[in-house]
C-alpha cells in the first residue's frame, strides 16, 4: 500500500490533505477520489449551495501528481428542462 493525498483545488483557493490515504493501486485511488468527490457534493447540496469548480489534485508521497478528478466527472448532471421537452 501507498499513501496518496488529496489535496482540493477550487476557485476559493488550494485545501492541503496533511494526512493522506493508504491506498492499494491507482484504480483504487481513482475510486476513492470520485467517492470523496461525490460526498462532498453531497455535503454541498445540502446547504443549498452547489459548486462543481473544484478538482482533487492527488499526489503520492514522493510528490508526484498521479490524478487530477473534475469534481464535475464525478456525477452525471441531469437538467429539468430536458423532462419538460417532449418528442
Known amino acids: 500500500m501507498a499513501r496518496y ?3 482540493e ?3 476559493g483557493g488550494y ?3 496533511e ?3 493508504d491506498v492499494p493501486d491507482l484504480e483504487a485511488v481513482r475510486r476513492e ?3 470523496g468527490a461525490r460526498s462532498m457534493i453531497a455535503a454541498a447540496a445540502l446547504t443549498g449551495r452547489l459548486s ?3 478538482v482533487f489534485e492527488v499526489i503520492d508521497e514522493q510528490g508526484t501528481l498521479v ?3 473534475p469534481f464535475s466527472s464525478a456525477v452525471q448532471i441531469d437538467a429539468y428542462d430536458r423532462l ?3 418528442s
Open 15 to 17: 485545501h492541503i490533505d
Open 5 to 7: 493525498f488529496f489535496h
Open 52 to 54: 462543481l469548480e473544484v
Open 84 to 86: 419538460t421537452h417532449r
Open 9 to 11: 483545488r477550487s476557485v
Open 19 to 21: 494526512h493522506g490515504i
Open 67 to 69: 490524478l487530477t478528478l
Open 33 to 35: 477520489a470520485i467517492a
